[in-house]
């Protein structure tokens, strides 16, 4: 199995618990930060690269309630939901809410380490297109307030034509605005810059 990097962040209020999975995840060579409360690990987390393993039923701020304020603080995590037997129709919610698998407790340890390495890979995937939104995000911001309205009308779908016409200048001026949008933007193709300003929007 490919092994993914990055750090398993546990947020569970049972200390027996934690430190269990703590010394099961540190006995594969996986760093691991462990909370007892959602607000201990807001208070602390670093925007590092990882996953999260998450209890549902917590006092003051659940489980669910962390993965609002996580997505409400753009905090990007994998998430796998842990749940005792009670607590699985918010298991579910946590799933629709975005979580990418979950745990029902007590579990096997065999189980968890392959659904860990799942969520790291996943971790993966979502840093990498952060450090792309970021990147177009910077491009942006190097484009002139006539420039970007020329690139909203040409994401739209609208001719040259029709955007010289809504703008009030002439067709070749807008084929130099244009031009410069795809170099600044440094976008191949139409669909390319189509594909930025999605990532602008997200």
């Not at 199995?1 to 010394?23: H, K, N, P």
């Not at 002139?144 to 009308?153: G, I, K, P």
Request: glycine share 4%; hydrophobic share 40%.
């Amino acid at each position: 199995m490919t092994r993914y990097s990055g750090t398993v962040f546990i947020v569970d209020d049972d200390d027996d618990f934690r430190d269990s999975m703590q010394w099961l995840l540190e006995s594969d060579d996986l760093p691991v930060q462990s909370f007892a409360s959602a607000r201990e690990f807001l208070n602390n987390y670093k925007g590092d690269k990882g996953c999260l393993l998450l209890d549902v039923r917590m006092p003051e701020i659940n489980g669910l309630a962390l993965q609002q304020i996580m997505l409400e603080r753009d905090i990007r995590l994998p998430i796998i939901v842990l749940s005792g037997h009670g607590d699985i129709p918010m298991a579910v919610t946590a799933m629709k809410n975005g979580a990418i698998d979950f745990l029902e407790k007590p579990f096997d340890d065999e189980v968890l380490i392959p659904l860990v390495q799942n969520a790291l890979k996943k971790a993966d995937e979502m840093f990498a297109d952060r450090q792309l939104e970021e990147q177009v995000r910077k491009l942006y911001e190097t484009l002139s307030r006539r420039e970007r309205e020329v690139m909203a009308l040409v994401v739209s779908g609208k001719a040259n034509r029709e955007i010289a016409e809504e703008l009030g200048i002439s067709p070749k001026t807008v084929e130099v605005h244009r031009s410069r949008v795809m170099s600044k933007m440094r976008a191949e193709s139409l669909p390319d810059l189509v594909n930025q300003a999605a990532q602008l929007e997200g």
